[in-house]
C-alpha cells in the first residue's frame, strides 16, 4: 500500500517496537560492554565526588530502570525495585556481576517487547505511579538508556584516555565497530 506521496507505508508501531528491541540489546549494551571491560573494578567505581553517580552505578540503575518499566510495567512481572539503592550502592560489585545483572535486564526486556502486542502501543499502564501509555515507556526507556550509555562513554574515556573505537572510518564511511570483539586501530 502507498501513502500520499507514492512510498511503502510500513506499520509504525512493529517497527518502533523493533528499532527499541535493537538500539537496546544491539547499540547501547555491546557499547557499555566495551566500555566496562577496558575498567577494572576500582574504576567502574570511581566518582569524581559524592554527587556523582560511577558506571557501576548507573549500570545498577539502567537494570532498575529498564526492568520497572518494560519487564515489569508492560510485562507484568512484580516489580520490586528500590530506586534509591541503586545510587546508594557503594560496594565493589565486580564488573562480571554487573555485567550479568545488566545482560539479564536486557534480554529479559528484549524478550517483553518481542511478545507485546503491537496493536497495544497506544494502552495505558501505572508505572511509578503514573498512567503512561506502551509507547511512553519504550520511548522513555530506549531514550534514558542512551543517555546514561553516553555517561558511561564519557567516563571510560577519561578514566583510560583513549578512543573506543565505536566507529572504523578508514573506509571514508562510518562502519560501526561495537559489536566486534576486537576494535579497528583509531
Known amino acids: 500500500?502507498?501513502?500520499?506521496?507514492?512510498?511503502?507505508e510500513i506499520d509504525a508501531a512493529p517497527a518502533f517496537i523493533q528499532q527499541a528491541r535493537e538500539f537496546l540489546r544491539d547499540e547501547y549494551l555491546?557499547?557499555?560492554e566495551r566500555c566496562v571491560e577496558k575498567l577494572n573494578d576500582e574504576q567502574i567505581w570511581w566518582r569524581s565526588n559524592s554527587e556523582s553517580n560511577s558506571i557501576g552505578n548507573l549500570m545498577l540503575h539502567l537494570s532498575g530502570n529498564a526492568r520497572q518499566w518494560i519487564v515489569c510495567g508492560l510485562g507484568g512481572e512484580v516489580d520490586a525495585r528500590l530506586r534509591q539503592e541503586e545510587f546508594d550502592e557503594r560496594r565493589t560489585i565486580p564488573r562480571d556481576a554487573l555485567l550479568t545483572v545488566l545482560r539479564t535486564t536486557v534480554k529479559a526486556v528484549d524478550d517483553t517487547l518481542a511478545f507485546f502486542p503491537p496493536d497495544r502501543l497506544l494502552d495505558r499502564f501505572k508505572i511509578q505511579?503514573?498512567?503512561v501509555s506502551a509507547l511512553t515507556a519504550i520511548f522513555h526507556v530506549t531514550e534514558h538508556f542512551s543517555m546514561h550509555t553516553g555517561q558511561i562513554i564519557l567516563?571510560?574515556?577519561?578514566l583510560v584516555g583513549m578512543d573506543l573505537v565505536f566507529y572504523d572510518f578508514s573506509t571514508g564511511k562510518p562502519v560501526h565497530t561495537w559489536l566486534d570483539a576486537k576494535p579497528a586501530s583509531s
Do not use: D, F, R
Not at 500500500?1 to 511503502?8: E, F, I, P
Not at 567516563?155 to 577519561?158: D, G, I, Q, R, V
Open 30 to 32: 555491546p557499547k557499555i
Open 1 to 8: 500500500m502507498s501513502n500520499a506521496h507514492g512510498s511503502l
Open 129 to 131: 505511579g503514573t498512567e
Open 155 to 158: 567516563l571510560t574515556k577519561a
